[in-house]
């Protein structure tokens, strides 16, 4: 009695497996993400350069149903006229749930689209040389508006190693043409497990609030302007605690894939991080000249001319890049015994 009660368990567990199968689909996304960026200054706040290079990235994985997925796999970037190197290749590994107004990713997932802050407070560069958070991020949205908070744990403590990590968020309301917009992050540098003489702990960070108005003219494809106060803070314990106030304009008018941006810091210079060093600049104006060569779904490429406005410093910048991805679930097939 008990042996044939028994001798069932591996039938039902086939059954089970076989239905987990066929209720699930084999997910996959792949792309490439290619930049050039030179950058011609000649100002005492960041040093010139010229980044050129390209991302290929691959991943694959298991679509539970419509709103779980499980993804892993690779990206791979290589700097023209450079070698290979040991962080040149970038595991992506992940968990990502979106249901309704809730999304999450958990594990090593591209910031593409997904952690947008103000330069002042994240430098464009993170995207060419550390197109990953490794963390957890979380959003809610609705037609009217979305909130996110996102951690990015940068460095892992070893004995020589510091621990570092970020948190950080956005949000925004919209109603008709009116917007309003805010962003947080901060910076936490602690030392490694065997201390440093003299060292400190430093605590970096800060936050943004702006309003505006953003729609379609009847000259225009898009119009946006607005204005926002930036709140910067720089902590080295027990060493100095500074704060850092000022304001950010901006005007962007869109024609055809044709675009022009001008904005406005002024105030204390900025201190942020892993923010971009010209708005430590007190004032700092910028023009851009934009034109969107690729629009489609799949892919997005843009060249830009920038002018950057110190004083009585002008320098400028130019750069090209394209982003492209592609990616399909296919149904998991059962097979017949």
């Known amino acids: 009695m008990s042996c044939t009660k028994?001798?069932?368990?591996?039938?039902?567990?086939?059954?089970f497996f076989s239905y987990i199968v066929q209720a699930q689909s084999l997910t996959w996304e792949s792309g490439f993400n290619g930049f050039f960026d030179n950058r011609e200054y000649f100002n005492p706040y960041v040093q010139p350069q010229t980044m050129f290079g390209s991302h290929a990235f691959a991943a694959g994985g298991i679509a539970l149903n419509n709103h779980q997925r499980f993804v892993a796999g690779a990206d791979f970037l290589y700097e023209f006229g450079g070698t290979v190197q040991e962080k040149s290749v970038q595991p992506i590994v992940y968990f990502n749930l979106q249901k309704d107004f809730f999304n999450m990713y958990l594990g090593a997932f591209p910031r593409h689209q997904l952690v947008t802050v103000p330069l002042f407070m994240l430098s464009d560069t993170l995207q060419?040389?550390?197109?990953?958070?490794?963390?957890?991020?979380?959003?809610?949205?609705?037609?009217?508006?979305?909130q996110n908070v996102w951690l990015d744990w940068t460095?892992?403590?070893?004995?020589?190693?510091?621990?570092?990590?970020?948190?950080?968020?956005?949000?925004?309301?919209?109603?008709?043409?009116?917007y309003y917009r805010h962003h947080f992050i901060m910076t936490h540098y602690a030392g490694p497990a065997i201390p440093i003489p003299d060292d400190h702990i430093r605590d970096n960070g800060g936050a943004f609030a702006g309003i505006g108005?953003?729609?379609?003219?009847?000259?225009?494809?898009?119009?946006?302007?607005?204005?926002?106060?930036?709140?910067?803070?720089?902590?080295?314990r027990n060493v100095y605690d500074s704060i850092h106030h000022g304001s950010l304009s901006h005007l962007y008018l869109e024609l055809h894939g044709f675009g022009i941006r001008a904005s406005q810091y002024l105030g204390n210079?900025?201190?942020?991080?892993?923010?971009?060093?010209?708005?430590?600049?007190?004032?700092?104006?910028?023009?851009?000249?934009?034109?969107?060569?690729?629009?489609?779904?799949?892919?997005?490429?843009?060249?830009?001319?920038?002018f950057h406005i110190?004083?009585?410093?002008?320098?400028?910048?130019?750069?090209?890049?394209?982003?492209?991805?592609?990616?399909?679930?296919?149904?998991?097939?059962?097979?017949?015994?």
């Open 6 to 15: 028994y001798s069932q368990i591996p039938v039902w567990v086939f059954l």
């Open 128 to 146: 060419y040389y550390r197109p990953n958070v490794e963390g957890i991020y979380l959003e809610a949205h609705k037609s009217w508006g979305s």
């Open 155 to 178: 460095s892992r403590q070893t004995d020589v190693t510091r621990e570092i990590f970020q948190i950080g968020g956005s949000g925004y309301l919209k109603k008709g043409a009116f």
């Open 213 to 236: 108005l953003q729609y379609s003219h009847s000259i225009f494809d898009s119009v946006s302007l607005g204005t926002g106060y930036v709140f910067n803070y720089d902590r080295l």
């Open 269 to 306: 210079g900025q201190t942020f991080i892993s923010g971009d060093g010209l708005y430590s600049a007190p004032s700092y104006q910028r023009i851009d000249l934009i034109w969107k060569i690729f629009r489609t779904k799949q892919v997005s490429g843009k060249v830009e001319f920038s």
């Open 310 to 337: 110190m004083g009585n410093i002008l320098d400028m910048s130019q750069s090209f890049t394209i982003y492209a991805k592609i990616g399909h679930n296919r149904p998991l097939s059962v097979p017949e015994y």
